[in-house]
């Protein structure tokens, strides 16, 4: 067989092998967010104790986190693997917090069923409104767009008070091959981008969650 007739062959093969990938199944996909929490010195934990509980998911379709719409037709849907995903973010958070918190300091916190933790000096809950990935194929790329909106309440032990507060994003990403990892890593960024933006927006004072102070501008 001579050299062009191969090069065509193998075209026409990786044509087939394209189109066949780009119609759906209406398959579910499960993409893991659980992050493993690095090591920290426990002589440093911050003795402000506070308590995370379980986040309420409000979303209005909480059977997946995101589909993807394919080129030829059909769909396949993705969901969070190992854990409900109000679950998987009350965990992280803590995680989060315990490990490298406000002031990039480890802080005494501990995941607790509501209603359960009366001797911590701030209580945080939360409602999780949107937490998706939509992702389109189209001739040659993909477009993964990804958002989030949650809902933070701390209830303050000192004073009675509580600190509100609502953190939203989103992420926008196109790539040639589709992968995906690629809607599991965009994902985890934009609850990581959620996460820091909570922690930048907030400051610990007198063992309370206060927002955090914002320089006078000049």
């Not at 990581?192 to 004072?205: F, N, P, V, W, Y």
Request: charged share 30%; net charge positive; glycine share 6%.
């Amino acid at each position: 067989m001579k050299q062009s007739s191969l090069r065509v062959l193998g075209c026409a093969i990786m044509m087939a092998t394209m189109l066949a990938g780009c119609r759906g199944t209406g398959e579910m996909r499960y993409l893991d967010l659980r992050e493993k929490p690095p090591m920290v010195q426990l002589t440093d934990i911050d003795p402000v104790k506070i308590a995370v509980e379980p986040f309420d998911d409000r979303r209005a379709d909480q059977s997946r986190v995101g589909t993807r719409t394919h080129l030829w037709g059909g769909a396949t849907h993705f969901n969070v693997s190992g854990d409900r995903l109000a679950g998987l973010i009350t965990q992280r958070l803590a995680d989060r917090l315990r490990t490298r918190g406000w002031r990039d300091r480890v802080w005494n916190v501990r995941v607790a069923p509501a209603g359960s933790a009366a001797d911590a000096d701030i209580v945080i809950s939360g409602q999780v409104q949107d937490f998706s990935a939509t992702v389109k194929s189209r001739p040659l790329s993909t477009v993964i767009d990804t958002s989030s909106r949650f809902t933070i309440h701390a209830r303050n032990l000192v004073d009675r008070s509580t600190t509100i507060r609502t953190i939203e994003g989103g992420r926008s990403r196109t790539v040639f091959w589709f992968n995906e990892d690629d809607v599991r890593d965009q994902l985890a960024a934009t609850l990581k981008d959620g996460l820091d933006r909570l922690i930048a927006d907030t400051m610990i004072d007198n063992k309370a969650l206060r927002p955090a102070r914002r320089p006078l501008q000049e």
